[in-house]
């Protein structure tokens, strides 16, 4: 016995300590050691010492002498022989025995899976009423991973998303789950297992394009409701959403274990918005587990099967993607036609390249290679894209050398906001560069433009979604690349109209100045549609605060006896810096906001710059409204002369409306005391010493240049539009 024993079992642990014996043997405690020592004995001392600092501790006499012990304890012993295995991940508490975990899942599993047992939804809902918390008891419910395994809100892996507690990126997740299902035939109950591809959505209004593009791969969404603050904002924005792209929608109640949970009202407030039967509101609380047993039979049953045909040539949509340093760029993709294999050949619609696919899998919920994917089917694929402009979000990926139908793709983004970015130091362009080039494959919503500016020398002109989507690219910038920039003044995009009828686009306030030899007649800006609930008693700030803010009010109800819904028509720049915040102050942190793009209505608009001993400083120019426009520039003067250091020269700060001064404030000049020496005497003498002085700071200044710290530009971001 012994000697069967340690034969058996020692050519697994030779094998495993001549490759990779330093990785496995962290899996193992020393309790474990001490139960399988007999094993460890039979290895040789310079193969173990190595791979397991703790092996080192115990004296070699002393080691063999405690083997060769326990080899004769377990050879006189009547119980069978424990054989080693490689530990296996523990099962959820919640997951019933069927749902086990899957060390990794094959091509000929995913075949078994026809798209009349697919199930391909997303949950939505607004900010913090518990996506990503529901999202990682589905996982754990259906063995994908094991409770307590890893991170809380498993899906959002970004620095940013952890830090903020906001989801930024969509993922994508396959779970496998058994239903019963009752059977005409044999009268009855089937046990069939079916494959459900989950995809967590961002809850911020910035966010609302990769809600819409996840939800082009969906047949169905979950949408989540929080039991105490009922139907929000963005809950209103991504139910249109979804509706729009005619899904179909569950209603979740979530957080039913509050103390303040209401879900009577809340349902009441989903038939009335929604029209939204209340009999199909399923209440669940992901946080404790309670009735999450019925989430997922009701995904099987209310959402339908993927359209699609399998015996066609392979078409997939091109859903998102991200570059990896070893790989290139990883595509995410939804097979609508036909089945993609390893070493097929694809080609892109929109660009006519093809590339051959190297790897193919899905997301279970890392990438798991599969070598194929079939009709319904959501998962990713490596081509070789080492470009991103290759990659494009939407594209229709096909089979080689066949002829398809472009599939429908995604409506144009339409950027709110631009802003430039430069590096902290000009010497890191072409580093800043290749972060932005990375960077925005992994998020296609952002534009980007080379541009040049005579203060910050060489940068980018970029456009976002919304101010919240600039902070977390630039936090990106830092945390993922190690890149330090400096942001300029955030704008909107404005039409202006000249004497000779031409109309120009205007992105950057400095490029206004190129057409001097026109006169302006006439000016656009672009406008939103908020929508804003509220509590009641908040009703007469909120009014104030829009009507400061040139807004146009809409619509005016409320929703049940204690919320009202607000819409106004608001212009973009009176929104986009501080809006949001003076709405949560005033209300004590219970209105929601949401917004979506309207139409450019005619305004007084003026272009106001920043002078520095009257040179202009491009990259702090802004288009404002001519109303608030000494306020404002009152205000940037201000922050400027704290932020600015003193030279040995005076510094004279300027904000000024073409050659009218509005603001200005003067930083006084450091100066040596030249009187020092002078112990009495004669005052010409004084005098003569101070007007020498006097002409050096002259010369100075003329050829001085004023540096302008990052933190201004930073300071200069926090202005308020409304001020």
Wanted: one cysteine or more; charged letters at 25%.
């Amino acid at each position: 016995m012994d000697t069967n024993l340690c034969a058996e079992d020692m050519g697994w642990w030779e094998y495993n300590a001549a490759h990779d014996f330093s990785r496995r043997t962290s899996l193992w405690t020393t309790s474990t050691y001490a139960t399988h020592r007999p094993f460890f004995a039979k290895i040789p001392l310079r193969t173990l010492a190595p791979a397991a600092p703790w092996f080192r501790m115990a004296g070699a006499a002393a080691l063999r002498r405690a083997a060769r012990r326990a080899v004769r304890t377990l050879a006189n012993s009547s119980a069978p022989p424990r054989t080693i295995s490689l530990p296996e991940r523990l099962l959820s508490s919640q997951a019933s025995p069927e749902h086990r975990p899957r060390p990794g899942v094959s091509g000929s599993e995913l075949g078994q899976y026809p798209p009349e047992r697919i199930r391909n939804f997303s949950i939505i809902a607004h900010v913090d009423h518990g996506k990503s918390t529901l999202a990682d008891r589905l996982l754990e419910l259906t063995g994908t991973i094991q409770k307590g395994h890893g991170q809380p809100q498993y899906l959002d892996k970004l620095q940013v998303e952890r830090e903020r507690g906001i989801t930024v990126k969509a993922q994508t997740a396959t779970m496998f789950y058994k239903h019963a299902v009752e059977t005409s035939e044999s009268h009855g109950t089937d046990n069939p297992s079916y494959l459900l591809n989950l995809i967590d959505t961002p809850g911020h209004v910035d966010f609302s394009y990769e809600v819409s593009r996840s939800l082009a791969a969906c047949q169905g969404a979950l949408l989540v409701v929080d039991a105490a603050q009922g139907v929000q904002a963005q809950t209103i924005a991504n139910f249109y959403l979804a509706f729009e792209s005619n899904l179909s929608i569950i209603p979740v109640i979530n957080k039913i274990d509050q103390p303040t949970a209401d879900p009577d009202n809340v349902k009441a407030q989903l038939k009335r918005l929604f029209d939204i039967d209340p009999s199909e509101a399923l209440l669940t609380s992901a946080k404790t587990g309670l009735g999450l047993s019925q989430v997922l039979p009701a995904v099987i049953e209310r959402i339908p099967c993927p359209p699609g045909s399998c015996d066609s040539p392979v078409r997939m949509l091109l859903l998102d993607s991200y570059y990896d340093e070893y790989k290139g760029v990883i595509c995410h993709v939804a097979i609508v036609d036909g089945a993609m294999r390893k070493g097929d050949k694809i080609s892109s619609a929109a660009t006519g390249r093809t590339y051959e696919v190297f790897d193919v899998g899905i997301m279970h919920p890392e990438l798991t290679p599969t070598g194929v994917l079939y009709t319904g089917q959501v998962g990713y694929v490596i081509t070789g894209m080492r470009s991103t402009k290759e990659a494009r979000i939407g594209d229709t990926l096909h089979q080689s050398k066949s002829i398809v139908e472009p599939l429908p793709g995604f409506k144009p983004v339409r950027h709110m906001v631009f802003s430039g970015v430069y590096p902290a130091d000009g010497s890191d362009f072409e580093a800043l560069s290749h972060a932005i080039e990375k960077l925005t494959c992994n998020d296609a919503s952002v534009s980007v433009a080379k541009e040049t500016s005579t203060a910050l020398g060489m940068g980018f002109r970029c456009g976002f979604l919304g101010l919240l989507h600039m902070d977390v690219f630039h936090q990106r910038l830092e945390q993922e690349y190690g890149a330090q920039v400096i942001s300029t003044i955030p704008t909107v995009p404005y039409i202006f109209e000249y004497g000779d009828d031409s109309k120009v686009q205007i992105e950057n306030p400095a490029a206004l100045s190129l057409n001097t030899g026109k006169r302006v007649t006439a000016c656009w800006e672009p406008t939103v549609i908020a929508t804003i609930l509220i509590p009641s008693e908040y009703v007469g700030p909120v009014i104030m605060l829009c009507s400061e803010r040139r807004g146009e009010q809409q619509e005016y109800t409320f929703i049940d006896a204690h919320r009202a819904l607000l819409k106004y028509r608001l212009p973009l720049r009176e929104i986009i810096v501080d809006f949001y915040n003076e709405l949560k102050s005033i209300t004590s942190g219970y209105a929601t906001f949401d917004y979506e793009d309207s139409e450019y209505q005619k305004s007084d608009l003026v272009k106001m710059d920043i002078l520095l001993n009257g040179q202009p400083v491009d990259a702090m120019a802004t288009i404002i409204h001519n109303q608030k426009a000494q306020k404002v520039g009152r205000e940037l003067v201000d922050k400027l002369k704290k932020y600015i250091e003193r030279q040995m020269f005076e510094i004279t700060i300027q904000a000024a409306i073409g050659s009218k001064v509005i603001a200005r404030e003067t930083l006084s000049a450091m100066r040596k005391n030249v009187l020092a020496k002078c112990y009495g005497g004669d005052i010409t003498r004084k005098k003569k010493l101070l007007e020498k002085q006097k002409e050096g700071k002259k010369r100075m200044k003329r050829v001085g240049s004023v540096d302008i710290p990052q933190e201004a530009f930073h300071e200069l971001l926090k202005v308020s539009s409304s001020k």
